[in-house]
């Protein structure tokens, strides 16, 4: 019981001095592909804090696809990350500062005889953990083929990147993706029969480092210079000393840009258009989780949230999701239906599932969050206390109720 409250105790301090923090930094590393990686956020913490002369709170994350998202949503003032989750952020409000290690490219690798994706079709494709560099390469590069995972009779997510060379030469899976050099030298080494089918672009590589455009001018020069000076050595990660071309992190977020510019059935509407038919009545219906929601939503929004399980992919499988959507909403009634941004599936899904539920109108604001904040537009935080729920009350209500369309 003693250990348990202290615990508790710990977890409340850090979260107030994370609360507390004028700079907050993350930390996003990718089990699968450095697995020996070692950073001590706390000397990091300590370091910035002192280069910076303002209180730093640093945080050190697995959690690819969480980390994504909170880069559409600004949480953290600096990332050192991936490249995919850099290149999200510098599509929402980032600077780039640099990263530690060169371009790579990344391929799908198949075995022996398979000269394109579709002859891998009801095959087996080993991949490392669903929101890794390389699983995310592997989903972009298919898109771009005109493929999918669905494909695929079996999708095997592990952690270790360098098993699924092993398991193509031993019969194990089809294919999998791996970097390029790696490849290369798995093949040199094992005499290997694996062929090459899809390549990428050049990705950059190792950590990159970004960060907010909104700091102040001073704060920023300060991170940058330190990071780009011979001090700014990363434990565990190394210097950031080289910067990649902007196009190739423009890439790499089109590659992540997964969801489809059009939604047969549907009808997709711009922030503006989602406004004027708030106006009329019609439900904008925010499915992003309940802390995001929380935290901040579209004025009148209405919180469904959409537990994702399935692939973030075209032919996902919706009865692996979790959604009261179609118990809680008017099917007979029009509904908007967002999330965050084009990068984000749950609304594609909770519109592709009210859709097949008998919705009678349903329209996808595929921007979502950010497209709606990047307007002005009016936005709300959910009262947690009696003070916060007068203040609420204070406020001009919502557009007035119309009969909807």
Known sequence: ???????TLWALLFASAQAAADLKVMVAVDPSDREAIVISVIDLQGTLTRVTGQSVSAIRSQELGDVMRSTRTGEYDVYIAPAHVAASALGHGYALIGSTERDETYQLVAKAGVTTPGQLKNGKIYLTQQDSVASYMARGMLNESGQSLKIFQQVMYRRTSGAGLFAIDTGLVDATVAKSVDIENWVKQNNSKATVVLSSRPVPGGMSVVVKKSLAEATRARIENWF????????????????????????????????????????????????????????????????????????????????????????????TDEWAGPQQLDKSKAAIFHCN?????????????????????????????????ERGLPVELLPTTVAETGLRAALPPPPAAAKAP
């Open 341 to 373: 941004g084009p990068e984000c599936w749950k609304s594609y899904k909770a519109a592709r599932v009210a859709m097949t539920k008998g919705f009678k109108s349903v329209y996808w604001f595929r921007g979502g969050y950010p497209e709606w904040d």
């Open 228 to 319: 780009l000076g011979p001090a700014g050595t990363i434990a565990g990660v190394g210097r950031v000393a080289y910067k990649s071309d902007p196009a190739n992190y423009k890439y790499v977020a089109a590659l992540g840009n997964w969801t489809p510019s059009q939604l047969p059935g549907a009808t997709i509407v711009t922030a503006s258009e989602a406004v004027a038919l708030q106006q009329k009545g019609v439900p904008i219906v925010d499915v992003r989780s309940a802390k995001e929601y929380q935290e901040k939503h579209i004025r009148g929004a209405i919180s469904i949230p959409y537990a994702e399980k399935s692939l973030k992919d075209v032919a996902f499988d919706p009865a």
């Open 1 to 7: 019981m003693r250990r348990i409250l202290s615990w």
